[in-house]
């Protein structure tokens, strides 16, 4: 592995999404509308830790993608890709907080598609450590 950086980062991203999706799923009281997809494909027997999921799990895995997309950065130096695969978790923190389910619907899917996007066509690097791009580099 060439990058552990880029590895631990592309990891994390997933992970976090993972782990916010289902601490969702496992949520009953609170975002019946993504738990009965959860039920249906066998999760609900997560929603005998509710709370813990709903308090602990899902901000955490949102932190989590926030922290690999931030470190991710520094890694392929695409803002937009930053951008985009921070907006997802944002969307979830502000909707666990403000108690608003569609927002965290909304980062839900955001994270997912960000997760599946960075799957089919992963980030690379666009500029090198000296401010060049790659192709004036290649030219050298």
Not at 80 to 94: D, K
Not at 95 to 106: A, H, Q
Request: charged residues 10%; proline residues 4%; contains cysteine.
């Amino acid at each position: 592995m060439a990058n552990p950086l880029r590895f631990l980062t592309r990891l994390g991203d997933k992970a976090g999404s993972l782990g916010a999706v289902a601490s969702a799923m496992g949520c009953a009281v609170c975002y019946p509308a993504i738990a009965s997809i959860g039920a249906a494909i066998g999760l609900g027997f997560l929603s005998q830790w509710e709370g813990v999921l709903f308090h602990v799990v899902l901000p955490l895995s949102a932190a989590l993608v926030i922290l690999a997309n931030g470190l991710g950065w520094f890694a392929h130096r695409q803002w937009h890709r930053t951008a985009l695969g921070m907006i997802g978790p944002v969307l979830v923190l502000i909707g666990r907080y403000s108690l608003i389910r569609g927002i965290v619907y909304l980062g839900l899917a955001v994270m997912l598609a960000v997760a599946i996007w960075d799957l089919v066509s992963p980030a690379h690097r666009r500029c090198s450590v000296d401010g060049g791009t790659l192709a004036d580099q290649a030219g050298r």
